[in-house]
Protein backbone atom coordinates (compact mmCIF):
# COMPACT_ATOMS: atom_id res chain seq x y z
CA UNK A 1 0.00 0.00 0.00
CA UNK A 2 1.46 3.58 -0.51
CA UNK A 3 1.71 5.82 2.36
CA UNK A 4 0.70 9.03 0.17
CA UNK A 5 -1.12 6.87 -2.92
CA UNK A 6 -5.04 8.47 -2.04
CA UNK A 7 -5.72 12.27 -3.32
CA UNK A 8 -5.77 13.48 0.20
CA UNK A 9 -2.69 12.05 1.26
CA UNK A 10 -0.95 13.68 -2.10
CA UNK A 11 -2.52 16.83 -0.86
CA UNK A 12 -0.61 16.56 2.38
CA UNK A 13 2.48 14.82 0.89
CA UNK A 14 2.52 17.99 -1.73
CA UNK A 15 1.52 20.63 1.00
CA UNK A 16 4.55 19.63 2.89
CA UNK A 17 6.94 20.06 0.67
CA UNK A 18 7.97 16.96 -0.60
CA UNK A 19 9.31 16.65 -4.28
CA UNK A 20 10.45 13.51 -4.72
CA UNK A 21 9.82 9.85 -4.29
CA UNK A 22 11.67 9.93 -1.25
CA UNK A 23 9.33 11.21 0.71
CA UNK A 24 7.07 7.97 0.88
CA UNK A 25 10.05 6.61 2.61
CA UNK A 26 10.06 9.26 4.93
CA UNK A 27 6.58 9.47 5.51
CA UNK A 28 5.95 5.61 5.58
CA UNK A 29 8.86 5.76 9.00
CA UNK A 30 6.60 8.65 10.48
CA UNK A 31 3.73 6.83 9.91
CA UNK A 32 4.94 3.60 11.55
CA UNK A 33 6.38 4.98 14.65
CA UNK A 34 2.85 6.84 15.15
CA UNK A 35 1.18 3.58 15.11
CA UNK A 36 3.86 1.77 17.15
CA UNK A 37 4.83 4.07 19.83
CA UNK A 38 2.63 7.51 20.33
CA UNK A 39 -1.11 6.47 18.69
CA UNK A 40 -2.53 6.69 22.32
CA UNK A 41 -1.84 10.41 21.95
CA UNK A 42 -4.08 10.11 19.48
CA UNK A 43 -7.01 9.08 20.88
CA UNK A 44 -8.80 11.94 22.02
CA UNK A 45 -8.24 14.02 19.47
CA UNK A 46 -11.64 15.21 17.68
CA UNK A 47 -12.35 13.54 13.61
CA UNK A 48 -13.05 17.12 13.01
CA UNK A 49 -9.00 18.13 13.57
CA UNK A 50 -7.73 15.52 11.83
CA UNK A 51 -10.59 15.86 9.04
CA UNK A 52 -9.53 20.04 9.20
CA UNK A 53 -5.37 18.87 8.36
CA UNK A 54 -6.81 16.94 5.18
CA UNK A 55 -9.52 19.47 4.09
CA UNK A 56 -7.04 22.15 4.24
CA UNK A 57 -4.19 20.71 2.16
CA UNK A 58 -6.86 19.18 -0.40
CA UNK A 59 -8.10 23.08 -0.83
CA UNK A 60 -5.02 24.02 -1.82
CA UNK A 61 -5.45 21.52 -4.86
CA UNK A 62 -8.33 23.04 -6.56
CA UNK A 63 -7.47 24.87 -9.53
CA UNK A 64 -10.23 27.60 -9.40
CA UNK A 65 -8.06 29.15 -12.76
CA UNK A 66 -8.55 25.67 -14.67
CA UNK A 67 -11.98 25.89 -13.77
CA UNK A 68 -12.63 29.35 -15.22
CA UNK A 69 -11.18 28.31 -18.00
CA UNK A 70 -13.33 25.01 -18.40
CA UNK A 71 -16.26 27.18 -18.26
CA UNK A 72 -15.04 29.82 -20.91
CA UNK A 73 -14.56 27.32 -23.59
CA UNK A 74 -16.66 24.27 -22.75
CA UNK A 75 -20.20 24.41 -20.98
CA UNK A 76 -21.03 20.68 -20.80
CA UNK A 77 -16.82 20.09 -20.00
CA UNK A 78 -18.07 22.20 -16.84
CA UNK A 79 -21.01 20.37 -15.84
CA UNK A 80 -18.99 17.49 -15.98
CA UNK A 81 -16.29 19.11 -14.08
CA UNK A 82 -19.06 20.26 -11.47
CA UNK A 83 -20.49 16.57 -11.69
CA UNK A 84 -17.72 15.02 -10.68
CA UNK A 85 -16.52 17.64 -8.48
CA UNK A 86 -20.02 17.33 -6.00
CA UNK A 87 -20.07 13.74 -6.49
CA UNK A 88 -16.68 13.03 -4.96
CA UNK A 89 -17.83 15.53 -1.96
CA UNK A 90 -21.67 14.24 -1.49
CA UNK A 91 -20.76 10.42 -1.90
CA UNK A 92 -17.45 9.05 -2.80
CA UNK A 93 -15.11 8.91 -6.07
CA UNK A 94 -16.57 5.79 -7.57
CA UNK A 95 -19.64 8.42 -7.93
CA UNK A 96 -18.26 11.50 -8.96
CA UNK A 97 -16.22 9.40 -11.62
CA UNK A 98 -19.37 7.74 -12.90
CA UNK A 99 -21.52 11.29 -12.95
CA UNK A 100 -18.14 12.88 -14.99
CA UNK A 101 -18.13 9.80 -17.41
CA UNK A 102 -21.98 10.01 -18.17
CA UNK A 103 -22.03 13.43 -18.94
CA UNK A 104 -19.34 13.38 -21.04
CA UNK A 105 -20.62 10.66 -23.01
CA UNK A 106 -23.94 12.04 -23.25
CA UNK A 107 -21.97 15.10 -24.78
CA UNK A 108 -20.45 12.35 -27.32
CA UNK A 109 -24.27 11.73 -28.13
CA UNK A 110 -25.11 14.83 -28.92
CA UNK A 111 -22.61 15.91 -30.73
CA UNK A 112 -23.34 12.93 -33.28
CA UNK A 113 -26.73 13.10 -33.64
CA UNK A 114 -27.52 16.53 -33.55
CA UNK A 115 -24.44 17.75 -35.81
CA UNK A 116 -23.87 21.54 -36.40
CA UNK A 117 -25.16 23.27 -39.82
CA UNK A 118 -24.49 26.70 -40.99
CA UNK A 119 -25.93 29.03 -43.80
CA UNK A 120 -22.98 30.48 -46.10
CA UNK A 121 -22.69 33.48 -47.20
CA UNK A 122 -20.16 35.37 -49.46
CA UNK A 123 -17.28 36.78 -47.93
CA UNK A 124 -17.00 40.72 -49.37
CA UNK A 125 -14.27 41.78 -51.52
CA UNK A 126 -13.02 38.21 -52.26
CA UNK A 127 -14.24 35.46 -55.23
CA UNK A 128 -14.73 32.14 -53.95
CA UNK A 129 -15.00 32.35 -50.38
CA UNK A 130 -17.70 31.31 -48.71
CA UNK A 131 -18.01 31.22 -45.01
CA UNK A 132 -20.67 31.01 -42.33
CA UNK A 133 -23.09 33.94 -42.17
CA UNK A 134 -23.01 33.93 -38.48
CA UNK A 135 -19.12 33.90 -37.96
CA UNK A 136 -19.01 36.47 -40.69
CA UNK A 137 -21.89 39.22 -40.24
CA UNK A 138 -21.13 40.73 -43.60
CA UNK A 139 -21.32 37.74 -45.65
CA UNK A 140 -23.90 38.04 -48.04
CA UNK A 141 -26.42 35.28 -49.51
CA UNK A 142 -26.81 34.68 -53.08
CA UNK A 143 -29.82 35.67 -54.31
CA UNK A 144 -32.04 32.34 -55.40
CA UNK A 145 -29.70 30.44 -53.85
CA UNK A 146 -29.34 28.49 -50.33
CA UNK A 147 -26.09 27.17 -49.64
CA UNK A 148 -25.89 24.74 -46.29
CA UNK A 149 -22.64 23.32 -44.79
CA UNK A 150 -23.38 20.00 -42.86
CA UNK A 151 -19.65 20.28 -40.36
CA UNK A 152 -20.31 16.05 -39.65
CA UNK A 153 -20.53 12.51 -41.35
CA UNK A 154 -23.79 12.01 -42.27
CA UNK A 155 -24.58 8.07 -40.52
CA UNK A 156 -27.85 6.65 -39.42
CA UNK A 157 -27.68 8.16 -35.78
CA UNK A 158 -27.96 11.92 -37.56
CA UNK A 159 -29.36 11.13 -41.07
CA UNK A 160 -32.92 12.15 -40.18
CA UNK A 161 -31.94 14.90 -38.09
CA UNK A 162 -29.95 16.43 -40.69
CA UNK A 163 -32.33 16.53 -43.93
CA UNK A 164 -34.96 17.57 -41.20
CA UNK A 165 -32.57 20.48 -39.94
CA UNK A 166 -31.80 21.62 -43.74
CA UNK A 167 -35.62 21.46 -44.37
CA UNK A 168 -35.90 23.98 -41.74
CA UNK A 169 -33.39 26.43 -43.00
CA UNK A 170 -34.95 26.37 -46.65
CA UNK A 171 -38.42 26.70 -44.69
CA UNK A 172 -36.75 29.96 -42.10
CA UNK A 173 -34.96 31.49 -45.64
CA UNK A 174 -38.31 30.96 -47.64
CA UNK A 175 -40.32 32.87 -45.28
CA UNK A 176 -37.81 36.18 -44.75
CA UNK A 177 -37.68 35.54 -48.81
CA UNK A 178 -41.45 36.13 -49.01
CA UNK A 179 -41.15 38.91 -46.42
CA UNK A 180 -38.66 41.05 -48.18
CA UNK A 181 -39.98 40.46 -51.81
CA UNK A 182 -37.00 38.82 -52.57
CA UNK A 183 -36.59 36.01 -55.51
CA UNK A 184 -37.67 32.32 -54.71
CA UNK A 185 -34.59 30.01 -54.03
CA UNK A 186 -34.58 27.82 -57.14
CA UNK A 187 -31.09 26.11 -55.84
CA UNK A 188 -30.15 24.13 -52.51
CA UNK A 189 -26.21 23.65 -52.42
CA UNK A 190 -25.25 21.63 -49.69
CA UNK A 191 -21.57 22.01 -48.85
CA UNK A 192 -19.89 18.77 -48.21
CA UNK A 193 -16.40 19.25 -47.16
CA UNK A 194 -16.76 18.71 -43.40
CA UNK A 195 -18.52 15.00 -44.68
CA UNK A 196 -16.17 12.67 -44.09
CA UNK A 197 -18.49 9.82 -44.08
CA UNK A 198 -21.72 8.69 -45.20
CA UNK A 199 -23.84 5.53 -45.02
CA UNK A 200 -26.37 4.02 -46.41
CA UNK A 201 -29.27 6.11 -43.77
CA UNK A 202 -27.52 9.16 -45.14
CA UNK A 203 -27.86 8.87 -48.62
CA UNK A 204 -31.53 7.42 -48.01
CA UNK A 205 -31.66 11.19 -46.33
CA UNK A 206 -30.02 12.91 -49.33
CA UNK A 207 -32.37 10.64 -51.65
CA UNK A 208 -35.46 12.09 -49.19
CA UNK A 209 -34.52 15.51 -49.58
CA UNK A 210 -34.29 15.81 -53.26
CA UNK A 211 -37.81 14.48 -53.55
CA UNK A 212 -38.58 16.71 -50.62
CA UNK A 213 -37.39 19.44 -52.91
CA UNK A 214 -38.37 18.72 -56.21
CA UNK A 215 -42.18 19.19 -54.64
CA UNK A 216 -40.91 22.84 -54.10
CA UNK A 217 -39.30 23.16 -57.63
CA UNK A 218 -36.06 23.87 -55.51
CA UNK A 219 -32.90 21.87 -57.80
CA UNK A 220 -30.63 20.24 -55.22
CA UNK A 221 -26.59 20.28 -55.93
CA UNK A 222 -23.99 18.97 -53.56
CA UNK A 223 -20.14 20.61 -53.13
CA UNK A 224 -16.92 19.72 -52.59
CA UNK A 225 -17.61 15.92 -51.32
CA UNK A 226 -14.76 13.93 -50.29
CA UNK A 227 -13.22 10.22 -52.44
CA UNK A 228 -14.95 8.54 -49.80
CA UNK A 229 -18.39 10.27 -50.31
CA UNK A 230 -17.85 10.46 -53.83
CA UNK A 231 -17.60 6.49 -54.14
CA UNK A 232 -20.40 6.06 -52.40
CA UNK A 233 -22.76 8.33 -54.14
CA UNK A 234 -21.71 6.59 -57.42
CA UNK A 235 -22.01 3.39 -56.17
CA UNK A 236 -25.67 4.47 -55.29
CA UNK A 237 -26.33 5.75 -58.70
CA UNK A 238 -27.39 9.12 -56.36
CA UNK A 239 -25.69 11.23 -59.53
CA UNK A 240 -28.26 9.58 -61.66
CA UNK A 241 -31.54 10.38 -59.38
CA UNK A 242 -30.51 14.09 -59.01
CA UNK A 243 -29.50 14.84 -62.52
CA UNK A 244 -25.59 15.20 -64.28
CA UNK A 245 -23.86 17.99 -63.20
CA UNK A 246 -25.35 18.47 -59.92
CA UNK A 247 -21.72 17.75 -58.12
CA UNK A 248 -19.20 20.43 -58.00
CA UNK A 249 -15.47 20.46 -56.78
CA UNK A 250 -16.52 23.98 -54.88
CA UNK A 251 -18.78 25.96 -53.58
CA UNK A 252 -17.91 29.12 -55.74
CA UNK A 253 -18.60 26.58 -58.82
CA UNK A 254 -21.68 25.65 -58.20
CA UNK A 255 -23.10 29.35 -57.23
CA UNK A 256 -20.98 30.27 -60.72
CA UNK A 257 -22.77 27.64 -62.86
CA UNK A 258 -26.18 27.56 -60.82
CA UNK A 259 -26.52 31.82 -61.09
CA UNK A 260 -25.44 31.51 -64.77
CA UNK A 261 -28.59 28.96 -65.19
CA UNK A 262 -30.79 31.36 -63.61
CA UNK A 263 -30.38 33.76 -65.63
CA UNK A 264 -30.77 31.99 -68.72
CA UNK A 265 -33.96 30.80 -67.81
CA UNK A 266 -37.23 32.94 -68.32
Known amino acids: MHIAGSFS ?5 YMSGCETAVSNI ?49 KFDFIACMGAFFGVVFSSVEVGLVIAVSISFAKI ?21 YRNIQQYPDATKVSGILIV ?11 NYVKERILRWLADEEEHVKENSQPRFQYLIIEMGPVTDIDTSG ?3 LEELFRALQ ?24 QELI ?16 YSKMELEP
Open 203 to 205: IHA
Open 109 to 129: LLQVTRPRTAILGKVPRTATV
Open 215 to 238: KRDIKLVLANPGPVVVDKLHASKF
Open 9 to 13: RSAVN
Open 26 to 74: VMACVVLLTLALITPLFEYTPNAILASIIISAVVGLVDIEAVTLIWKID
Open 243 to 258: GEGRIFLTVADAVRIC
Open 149 to 159: RVDSAIYFSNS
